[in-house]
């Protein structure tokens, strides 16, 4: 296990079906506890492990793409006094690699002159695209697969087969699934790939399908053409295709007409 003693800043760099959660949240036990590693009956113990610490701030970078905005907000706040009696404070930065230029520099003058008992963890599933600068100046810690944990949670859920080889093929690890499956999204995706794969002559529900897709924003649209590309394995290149061409943000109907016409072709 890693020790907490190594840096103020450290890049956790996922495998697919790592537990990053629990990992963050013994590095978080292994600081704040007075026990080595941590003794997970203590007050701090207990908060991180229920999500009651109340100075952690939270940046989900699979989510939506991290800005300097939001790295000032950390800044800001981190800059008045703590909640917690330890005076420990954390900030996770999920999916890192999504993080634009100016984020990057912001955090950048943050981590190298870090304010006193305040502990930057970063997460990346890809540490190629996390620049030197960044790295050189954090703790790199790589986790390791554990896919018989991730079949073993899954497995509690009450999902068909289809919706079972959607998980273990488009989700990275288990916490991923876990935020969309209880938000509603996970079935919202993939009801919305049956409608249109099923109604794909139904003028009425496309255009209403239509409406629903252009709401939706890319990070969305990434999910539902991943889900897709499971179900409709023959049209994985095409739909990998379009999965690359979400980084130049096309118009959205012009993508729906995409996965409508594979509809189509499917018939």
Not at 219 to 236: A, D, T
């Amino acid at each position: 296990m890693l020790r907490s003693n190594y840096t103020h800043s450290i890049i956790f760099v996922e495998s697919k079906f790592s537990n990053l959660n629990s990992e963050i949240k013994n590095f978080m036990k292994s600081i704040c506890c007075d026990k080595q590693p941590f003794c997970n009956q203590c007050e701090f113990c207990k908060k991180i492990n229920e999500d009651r610490y109340a100075d952690l701030m939270e940046i989900n970078g699979n989510m939506q793409n991290i800005s300097k905005e939001q790295i000032t907000q950390i800044k800001s706040r981190f800059n008045r006094a703590g909640f917690e009696s330890i005076n420990k404070k954390f900030y996770v930065i999920y999916n890192f690699e999504n993080a634009s230029k100016e984020a990057i520099n912001s955090l950048l003058k943050f981590i190298e002159e870090p304010l006193p008992s305040t502990y930057a963890i970063l997460t990346t599933r890809s540490i190629s695209k996390i620049l030197p600068t960044i790295k050189s100046r954090c703790h790199v810690y790589r986790l390791k697969s554990n896919k018989k944990y991730f079949e073993e949670n899954i497995n509690k859920f009450e999902l068909n087969e289809k919706q079972k080889k959607i998980v273990f093929e488009t989700y990275f690890d288990l916490d991923e699934f876990i935020t969309d499956y209880n938000s509603g999204d996970f079935m919202h995706y993939y009801d919305f790939i049956k409608k249109i794969v099923t109604n794909y002559d139904d003028i009425k529900t496309i255009k209403e399908l239509s409406l629903e897709f252009k709401e939706l924003d890319y990070f969305k649209i990434k999910k539902i053409l991943l889900f897709y590309s499971v179900l409709q394995p023959n049209f994985k290149k095409e739909l990998l295709d379009l999965i690359n061409k979400l980084n130049l943000y096309p118009t959205k109907i012009s993508v729906f007409n995409s996965i409508w016409n594979l509809s189509m072709e499917n018939k």
